[in-house]
């Protein structure tokens, strides 16, 4: 049964940086047609921040472009996403998610079907 786990979130101030990682079990991330963050405020939609698929290409939303990373440590079967320049409006929680069909890869991970239960970030101004 895969499973995915998200840790790392918290409280930081305008500017700051967080890092999240998100351990797989279950199924190697190595093997995943595409893995990605989503994030969720309260009262709105969800949001797609970052997507990596298994050849390595990234996309990555507007609003976080040049300020987040992800990145994958196969070895440790985790995903990161390193996140600077934190800004209020970043405030959200934070959702890892994979899938192994190539096919969903297109669209947003929210969309994909395995999911963490998630870790708030909160950025205060």
């Known amino acids: 049964q895969v499973q995915l786990m998200e840790s790392g979130g918290g409280s930081v101030q305008a500017g700051g940086s967080l890092r999240l990682p998100c351990a797989a079990s279950g199924y190697d991330t190595y093997s995943f047609a595409c893995m990605g963050w989503f994030r969720q405020a309260p009262g709105k939609e969800p949001e797609g921040v970052v997507v990596v698929e298994s050849d390595g290409s990234t996309r990555y939303a507007d609003s976080v472009k040049g300020r987040f990373t992800i990145s994958q440590e196969n070895a440790k079967n985790t995903l990161w996403l390193q996140m600077t320049s934190l800004k209020p409006e970043d405030t959200a929680r934070y959702y890892c998610?994979?899938?192994?069909?190539?096919?969903?890869?297109?669209?947003?991970?929210?969309?994909?079907?395995?999911r963490g239960q998630g870790t708030q970030v909160t950025v205060s101004s």
């Open positions: 998610a994979a899938d192994y069909r190539p096919a969903l890869c297109v669209g947003e991970p929210y969309e994909y079907q395995y």
